[in-house]
């Protein structure tokens, strides 16, 4: 055996380095070693240098590191000699360098011996050793390397960053952050798959596992966007013309363990800039692995939802582009109908969910193909029968629109000649955006449109990036000297007054007195008269309010039952300013009447929501009278023969309507000013706030033939329980505060596990207004009980409740009670 | 917020019938004061003092045939009066005279008024509407002698004129008649050749009145519809249209552009005075003050600007004195 000689040099070197003080001993120590690693003049026998690889070279890397200390690098003469220990490192097999590199980072303390450590595995990070460490391991899978070895080098590679930070601290440097490490990873795993390729190319074969392993347990460690940002753009431009990287690259994803698969897909479709590409770089895994065909055709689309957009429409498009994929498709757009037309999906997911599966769906059917809908006509029709009497049976007006627009791009799909679904809807942005994705993206939109990806592409494809978006803004800067132009020539010196009161001219005067008014609404029909009455009738009853009381009821009952005969501008404004007018006039009788007629019979939906309306505003309005305004005498200062003034609503009023309505939805305790104000003028609503709040709960849970809160209608419910938390709201330091918001508290304790999402709110926003209307001291004594109750209730649903609005003021609530108990805490009772 | 709109500066009251006419003859240097003349439905015309808003004079001489036209010939003391009674009348008002001196006989039973312009010192044309139907007379004053009749092609069913506007380029150059046709449309005469240059059918419905702003070459009508025309004349001579502006209610009774062709006014039957800027037709107010159709607006012509007043007078038998827009 001539193998012996390795074996003695190396021990004798040890035994030297550990011992030796000599610095031109240990240096010719080295360099003998040294020869055993080839480079030299004299090469060792092949032999002999495979012996000290497999046997030694891990020990005696070891050895070096042991014996390293301040005092001992002193004793080389010269830089060239300190490169030589480095050498050791950087060239040696990089395999076992990099186990002994960090195996002594994770073992030493902080030291002398630890920076040079960490120095060394700078360098070899930035001389690419982690590309050879992986060649090594794949160039040698074949042979059966030992798994063990192969799992400590996977754990090693990936969380360097971890081991690193938790070693160096505040001390750490910037290449092993993990946003600098791991696309310096991707860049190694692209050198280590050209190596493959190279060598496939050759004829040689060899494995890909271990590079797949690395991206799947990065991957699952949740850093895809750092190596996908490196990784995905060279694929892409090396898979676009080359098959065998094609093949290499559809192999590396393959070959991902099942356990990292999602993670990796995930990170894939996020970063891919488009269905072709996508297409490119996964190939058909989605037919061949059952995990990935469960994450995406499952997963990412039914139980996640916080992707992007464009993360759908790569998937989706993905689907679509091979034709042994797009079975797929259709099996993905029944399932998402599916879900999209449950009930219970509708009622207890986020409305985000719901969103996100609606773009799904609308990019699916942008894909499908006629014949592909034809053969499934009928299935795809139940579906979207179900979901759309789900969805317009919500009451959240975004879940309306959602089952609206869904459903309308359905039906022109499945019956394109016939007559289309067409919905009244108002389109806001999010709308508009849902029905764009209608229309399929073009591939070359989709490539500007992720610039992190622009920005480490190679530079011939981000110059080619570039350019189309210089173009727009010289447009831009063309139209913007246009208009500059044409403003020279405009009228803008002269302002112009104002002209809301050019209205059309009407030929029949209004009445003038309440009950002409009454005769005219219940009389034979005359559309002009009964446009000119609507408009002035509540300027009448505010002028003369002792008039008005005396047909106080008998006019409420004739407005509620009030009809457009023809078209009046803003008629149910008009409507219901009048009944307000009549409300605030009159409380008592007015507004026993409507709480009475509130649960009577024979009454639409729409009229018991007004009456619930008219008694929030007015509620409103009685606790915080307008201040008079300064009467504007018709004769003198406006001269006008039309004296419809009714017609165009003071801007005040209008404001205040829409005041009403944010408070009605949410966030009650940022009110700090308008809760100041309150003191500054009467509150004309505490004596009367009794009559508008009790008789509209005793009968919420009796259901009649054509009215049943606790059912269907729980529309009417929802809004309910908002006007008794406006109505609750405004009784603020009433007498009766306490007692109604005892009541209130009940009320909301019966209905709190409501399906809906609208009445819960209704409910959590009565809870705040009987925190903020009821004196702190109060609360406590009288509440204490109702209040434990609801705070538990409170904490359960700023944790569980899907929907967001319902969180959120949940935990407003929560931080009511917890101020109000400051604020007792602060103040001591006396 | 906009301000709400102005109200009138004062109202001059004492017609006792619909005031079909005004004009302001304010240009005087002083101490004369300066005057307003309207015609009203009665056959009389009153003189307005502007100064002490009050009834300076009031004259008869239409036989109680209303009073559709009024203008001063070159000073205060000569004015030129048009009525039902189918004559124009010259008055001469110099030291408290109310004399008719000379009269011509339209021989017209329809409302058109006449439309005056000065030519040369002391020589004006006037255009009036003549015996046969769709004809039209231009006259020079005093002379009184004819310059040419204007007659349309047998074949174009105009109808009536039933507005009508003298204007030329230039000073010196040959004047142009602009008249407004029963059916809607437009045409441009030249006075020289008696020929007509263009015609632009801009209206569906009978044109009431039409206004020229001879600098810009640019013009405005309005009808018994809901919107003002705006036209122009292009290089080649022919009318073109520019611009419509639509009105809230229907009926235009008159226009008026003021005399630095800022804005432009117009009366309305919808009881309104509206208020355009003249460049682009932008809407600036809306003045709500009669209570029966307006049936003339007119600027005056002060000197200063800003002495500037527009007034407006209605068939409520009122005449609103209005300064708006005056300081720019």
């Keep these: ?70 005092d001992w690098l002193e004793l080389f003469p010269s830089d060239e000699e300190k490169e030589l220990w480095d050498s050791f490192f950087l060239e040696g097999p990089a395999d076992q360098s990099f186990m002994v590199l960090l195996d002594s980072v994770i073992s030493t303390g902080p030291s002398f011996r630890l920076n040079k450590v960490t120095e060394v595995l700078e360098r070899f990070l930035q001389r690419g050793g982690l590309s050879s460490l992986m060649w090594e391991v794949c160039r040698h899978q074949s042979q059966a390397g030992s798994p063990v070895l192969q799992e400590a080098l996977l754990n090693r590679v990936v969380c360097l960053p971890d081991h690193l930070a938790n070693k160096l601290r505040g001390e750490n440097h910037p290449v092993f952050f ?58 892409t431009d090396r898979t676009q013309s080359d098959c065998i990287w094609q093949r290499i690259c559809w192999r590396l994803i393959e070959s991902v363990p099942d356990r990292w698969m999602e993670a990796v897909i995930c990170g894939f479709v996020r970063a891919a800039p488009g269905s072709a590409v996508l297409s490119r770089l996964l190939g058909n895994l989605v037919v061949k692995s059952k995990k990935s065909q469960f994450v995406m055709t499952q997963k990412l689309l039914l139980l996640q939802y916080s992707h992007p957009t464009a993360v759908l429409q790569s998937l989706l498009g993905y689907l679509a582009l091979d034709s042994t994929r797009r079975p797929l498709l259709i099996k993905v757009l029944k399932e998402l109908l599916g879900t999209w037309g449950s009930s219970s999906a509708v009622k207890h997911s986020p409305v985000e969910q719901q969103l996100y599966i609606s773009k799904a769906i609308l990019i699916c059917l942008s894909h499908v193909k006629d014949a592909e809908i034809e053969s499934n006509r009928q299935e795809l029709l139940t579906s979207v029968m179900e979901g759309m009497k789900c969805h317009l049976d919500s009451n959240l007006p975004q879940i309306r629109h959602l089952g609206m627009v869904v459903a309308e791009s359905i039906s022109t799909r499945i019956t394109p000649e016939g007559p289309a679904l067409k919905f009244q809807y108002e389109e806001d942005e999010e709308l508009r955006e849902l029905k764009s994705l209608l229309t399929p993206r073009t591939e070359q939109t989709l490539v500007g449109d992720l610039p992190g990806i622009a920005n480490n592409r190679p530079p011939v494809a981000s110059s080619a990036v570039l350019k189309p978006s210089v173009r727009p803004s010289l447009g831009a800067s063309e139209e913007l000297g246009k208009g500059v132009d044409s403003d020279l020539d405009s009228d803008d010196d002269l302002v112009p007054y104002d002209m809301s009161e050019d209205k059309e001219l009407r030929k029949i005067k209004a009445p003038a007195y309440i009950r002409d008014c009454i005769e005219i609404l219940t009389g034979p029909e005359d559309a002009d008269k009964y446009e000119a009455t609507v408009g002035i009738l509540e300027t009448l ?159 919420f849970d009796r259901s ?29 330091n009433a007498a009766v505060a306490a007692v109604m918001g005892k009541a209130l508290l009940e009320f909301v304790w019966t209905l709190r596990f409501h399906t809906d999402a609208y009445v819960r709110q209704g409910l959590l926003s009565s809870v705040s207004s009987t925190l903020l209307s009821i004196p702190a001291e109060h609360l406590l004594e009288d509440l204490s009980e109702e209040l434990l109750e609801t705070q538990a209730w409170l904490a359960d649903v700023a944790e569980r409740d899907p929907d967001g609005n319902c969180r959120s003021l949940a935990l407003q609530n929560l931080l009511l009670m917890e101020n109000l108990k400051k604020k007792l805490e602060t103040v001591p009772f006396e | 917020m906009a301000l709400p709109p102005p109200d009138p500066q004062y109202v001059l ?154 204007w030329q380029p230039s000073v010196g150059s040959s004047p142009s008649l602009l008249a407004g046709y029963e059916d809607g449309s437009l045409v441009l005469w030249n006075l ?64 008026a552009l003021r005399p630095d062709k800022k804005i432009l006014a117009t009366a309305g039957w919808d009881y309104r005075i509206r208020i355009f800027g003249w460049k682009k037709l932008r809407p600036l107010a809306v003045l709500d003050y009669h209570t029966a159709t307006v049936h003339c607006v007119a600027f005056s012509d002060h000197s200063q600007s800003r002495e500037r007043l527009m007034a407006a007078a209605s068939k409520d038998h009122r005449i609103s004195v209005w300064a708006i827009y005056n300081q720019t």
């Design chain 1, 1 to 70: 055996m001539d193998l012996l000689p390795v074996c003695r040099a190396v021990l004798e070197a040890n035994s030297i380095l550990s011992s030796s003080r000599d610095g031109i001993q240990i240096c010719e120590t080295l360099q003998t070693i040294k020869r055993y690693l080839g480079g030299t003049e004299s090469p060792p026998s092949l032999k002999e240098k495979e012996e000290f690889i497999h046997r030694h070279f891990t020990t005696f890397l070891q050895c070096l590191i042991s014996n390293v200390g301040p």
């Design chain 1, 178 to 235: 993990p946003q600098n490490y791991f696309p310096l990873l991707g860049v190694e795993i692209v050198r280590v798959l050209e190596r493959i390729s190279e060598s496939l190319r050759g004829g040689l074969d060899c494995s890909i596992a271990f590079v797949s392993q690395i991206l799947g347990k990065v991957c699952v460690h949740g850093r895809q966007k750092e190596i996908m940002s490196v990784l995905v753009p060279h694929l």
């Design chain 1, 541 to 699: 009853i505010r002028r003369n309010a002792a008039a008005a009381r005396e047909v106080s009821v008998e006019l409420t009952k004739v407005l509620l039952h009030l009809e457009e005969k023809s078209y009046i501008e803003g008629f149910m404004g008009l409507r219901q300013s009048a009944l307000v007018a009549l409300a605030v006039t009159d409380p008592v009788p007015v507004s026993h009447f409507l709480t009475t007629e509130f649960y009577s019979l024979n009454y639409s939906l729409r009229q018991r929501m007004d009456m619930l309306d008219v008694l929030a505003t007015a509620a409103q309005e009685l606790s915080r009278p307008i201040p008079p305004k300064p009467e504007r005498l018709p004769g003198v200062k406006q001269p006008s023969i039309h004296i419809l003034s009714g017609e165009n609503p003071d801007p005040s009023d209008w404001r205040r309507v829409v005041e009403e309505r944010i408070r009605s939805k949410t966030r009650r305790f940022a009110k700090g000013p308008s809760r100041a104000e309150l003191p500054c003028t009467p509150n004309k609503f505490g004596p009367v706030a009794g009559h508008f709040f009790f008789p509209l709960l005793q009968n």
């Design chain 1, 704 to 732: 009649l033939a054509t009215f049943d809160l606790l059912g269907d209608d729980h529309m009417v419910l929802g809004r309910l329980a908002h006007t008794l938390a406006i109505v609750m709201y405004f009784a603020v």
């Design chain 2, 13 to 166: 009251r004492g017609a006792n019938d619909a005031v079909n006419t005004l004009c302001f003859h304010c240009a005087d240097p002083k101490p004369e004061l300066p005057l307003l003349f309207s015609g009203s439905s009665d056959g009389q015309i009153h003189i307005w003092n502007i100064k002490t808003h009050r009834m300076d004079r009031m004259l008869n001489g239409h036989g109680g045939k209303s009073v559709l036209w009024v203008k001063t010939l070159g000073n205060r003391n000569t004015l030129l009066s048009q009525g039902r009674d189918q004559n124009v009348c010259l008055w001469d008002l110099a030291e408290g005279r109310k004399d008719v001196t000379d009269s011509v006989f339209t021989d017209h039973a329809g409302f058109c008024k006449c439309s005056l312009l000065q030519v040369a010192e002391r020589r004006w044309l006037m255009a009036m509407p003549g015996k046969d139907l769709e004809e039209v007379r231009v006259l020079e004053l005093p002379s009184k002698t004819s310059v040419c009749t204007l007659k349309p092609e047998a074949d174009a069913k105009l109808g009536v004129p039933l507005c009508l506007k003298l």
């Design chain 2, 192 to 255: 020289s050749v008696g020929k007509s240059l263009s015609r632009l059918a801009c209206h569906q419905e009978p044109i009431m009145a039409l206004d020229f702003d001879s600098e810009k070459a640019k013009g405005v009508s309005g009808s018994s519809e809901k919107m003002l025309c705006v036209w122009r004349q292009n290089e080649q001579q022919d009318l073109e249209m520019q611009q419509t502006c639509q009105l809230t209610n229907p009926g235009i009774a008159d226009v």
